[in-house]
DNA sequence: GCCGTTTTCGGCCCGACTGTTTTCAGTCG
């Protein structure tokens, strides 16, 4: 029998679907936002609840969930299944979620399609609307009817969330084209974006000007728009060419703090400073803050955090799990930067399927202020890569001890990224391994097996006492490749036990280890190596995306392993050994 | 349905844009 795990998002999905329903069926609109905040505090937990559960801990105690939803949790939790969602059912078709799914299709319209149509689905309504049938209803016009049909057109275009670093590219330009327009000061990317989440959906832009008509012409007047979905004398949003929806948003530049701080979110970060604000009978909105009809603040973020009492959050924290709370308690940590990693543990060089030559990655890890690299070149399993066999790992250590000798200023590490093999052992023979600084072990083969095999695999290769460092963890491509099936949490404490690292691998489209596995070896003590995974001279630019998702992870400078000095690396890889 | 250093009852985050409307409901972020 296989035993069926239920996610946080399985429950948050369940509780947005209630909400849903119940909004469908006019009931009280603060019990539908009760059930909403419930999901989002669930979606932001940064905790599996089914381990919170298992610990004893009571579910009350986290914001928005009280009696009765605490009961749903564990009812799911328990059986898989939410009595309430099911009642629900009973009355409504699963598929009016469908419906509502639909660009411009909320509660309200899905219930009069519904209750005086007939219509709960997709293919329904998109007849309904040929027919010209959603005129006859009160409130539907030809125009939405239209509206309806092209929503239904455009999502039948898969909905694709943009890695960070490919919208990074497009931002660039548009931020380039705003700051041209006369009177406008400042042009600041803002949302998901600027929170470094790894994927965005859209991108948010906020510009400050004297005067915003100029500014809302000029956007939708840009040569790469492809629609324009809104079009109003402070906001207007718009599709590029591409499919990327662009919302740009004008305030003056007083506003420009409370904007910044408004259009970054979240929206479960916004919603809860808001009501900080308002037990202080302050108004925080996009303009400022305001008590009464006064402006109080605004100009800068840091003045809209310190209206409510507290320290100014970084972006990346500002996802409602519990930012808010340590700044309370002046608990927020001193996330790191970039200038703190003193070195890289991760390259690749032409020996395998890097392009650059060990002495061109090691220059070029100099000029990205780097004191030592590690080069990691893969090994013989790989041979889509012309993995290195002992013989030719040899070869290369030998020529690192030759260039240590002639290079100053930064120290060559000899390293290998090890495939780990389906039965959990190393690629190469310990005698080999031994002659190496440091061990990278990296699961490239057979992603499909099971969890408990898979988890059991990487945990004997931890075991190898040559072991230093599991590379990409998850195994995941952004968009691409599901992870792996694997239990994070226990290869977390045993890394933790065994005394070895975790990567944070910087490549865009793998950033892996997550966010909130970061947080969870953060929690069991276990030191995180981000690294570039460099496979050109070019690849050492990762570092910043690593750096990114490390804040995310609330990870310090202390958190990571190559924020140390060259010599307490050493010492700390040498301890893997003992 | 949740929550409380004003409250165990009576509140609950805020504003822009569109379409169908003669003053606003619905949707979205």
Redesign the pocket.
């Known amino acids: 029998m296989t035993v069926v795990r239920i996610g946080n998002e399985d429950i948050a999905n369940a509780l947005d679907e209630i909400a849903n329903l119940l ?1 469908i069926d006019n009931a ?4 539908v ?6 999901a989002r505090t669930v979606r932001g937990l940064g905790k599996n609840l089914e381990t919170l559960v298992q610990q004893g801990r009571d579910l ?13 949790i564990e009812q799911m939790l328990d059986t898989g299944h939410m009595a ?1 969602l099911e009642e629900l059912h009973k009355k409504f078709p699963a598929s009016l979620e469908d419906l ?13 399609l519904y209750h005086q149509l007939g219509i709960k689905s997709v293919p329904q309504l998109e007849r309904a609307a040929r027919s010209g049938r959603l ?1 006859e209803l ?10 309806i049909l092209d ?1 239904i057109a455009a999502q039948k275009v898969a909905e694709v969330r943009w890695p960070r670093a490919q919208a990074a590219m497009y931002a660039e330009q548009l931020v380039g084209y705003l700051k041209s327009i006369p009177g406008v000061s400042e042009v600041l990317v803002t ?1 998901s974006y600027r929170r470094g989440k790894e994927t965005v ?2 991108l ?1 832009i906020l510009v400050t000007a004297a005067k ?1 008509d100029p500014v ?1 012409q000029s956007i939708i007047a840009y040569q790469d728009v492809k629609q ?10 718009v599709i590029l060419e591409n499919g990327l ?1 662009v ?1 740009v ?1 004008a305030v003056n530049q007083q506003s420009l703090g409370a904007a910044l701080h ?2 970054t ?1 979240s ?1 479960a970060h ?2 809860q400073l ?2 900080l ?3 202080r ?7 400022g803050v ?1 008590k009464g009809k006064r402006h109080v603040a605004g100009n800068t973020e840091k003045q809209v955090f310190r209206s409510v009492g507290l320290p100014w959050i970084p972006p990346e924290l500002r996802e409602g799990g519990g930012a808010i709370d340590a700044a309370r308690r002046r608990a927020l940590p001193q996330l790191i930067e970039r200038d703190d990693l003193k070195g890289d543990l991760h390259t690749h060089t032409q020996a395998t399927d890097g392009q650059a030559t060990i002495e061109e990655m090691v220059n070029a890890a100099q000029r990205h202020g780097l004191r030592y690299i590690a080069i990691t070149d893969h090994s013989r399993h790989l041979t889509v890569a012309h993995g290195l066999d002992r013989k030719r790992l040899l070869r290369q250590i030998e020529h690192i001890d030759r260039i240590n000798e002639a290079i100053k200023g930064i120290t060559v590490l000899k390293g290998i990224e090890v495939d780990i093999l389906e039965d959990g052992s190393l690629d190469l023979p310990d005698a080999v391994l031994a002659r190496l600084d440091l061990v990278i072990g990296a699961v490239h083969s057979r992603f499909q097996l099971p969890r408990k095999k898979q988890t059991e695999r990487i945990l004997r290769a931890m075991d190898d006492r040559y072991f230093s460092m599991l590379a990409h963890p998850s195994g995941r491509l952004i968009g691409a490749r599901q992870a792996y099936d694997v239990d994070m949490e226990r290869l977390v404490r045993h890394a933790a036990e065994r005394g070895c690292f975790l990567e944070l691998n910087g490549q865009p489209q793998r950033l892996d280890l997550n966010d909130v596995y970061c947080r969870m070896a953060q929690e069991h003590g276990v030191l995180i190596s981000i690294n570039s995974d460099a496979h050109s001279v070019a690849g050492f630019g990762n570092l910043d995306h690593g750096i990114v998702q490390a804040r995310r992870g609330w990870l310090s400078k202390k958190d990571v392993l190559n924020t140390r000095p060259v010599n307490a690396l050493k010492r700390l890889l040498r301890q893997t050994r003992s």
């Open positions: 909004e009280n609109p603060f019990r936002r009760a059930y909403r905040n419930a009350k105690s986290l914001p928005g969930i009280g009696r009765d939803l605490a009961a749903n309430a509502l799914r639909i660009s411009g299709m909320g509660p309200k319209r899905v219930q009069a005129c009160p409130g539907f016009g030809s125009k939405l009817q239209q509206q929503a949302g959906g859209d948010d915003t809302m324009v979905l809104s079009a109003g004398s402070t906001r207007s949003s929806q919302d948003r408004y259009f979110g929206k916004n919603i808001r009501r604000g308002q037990k009978g302050l108004k925080i909105n996009e303009y305001f």
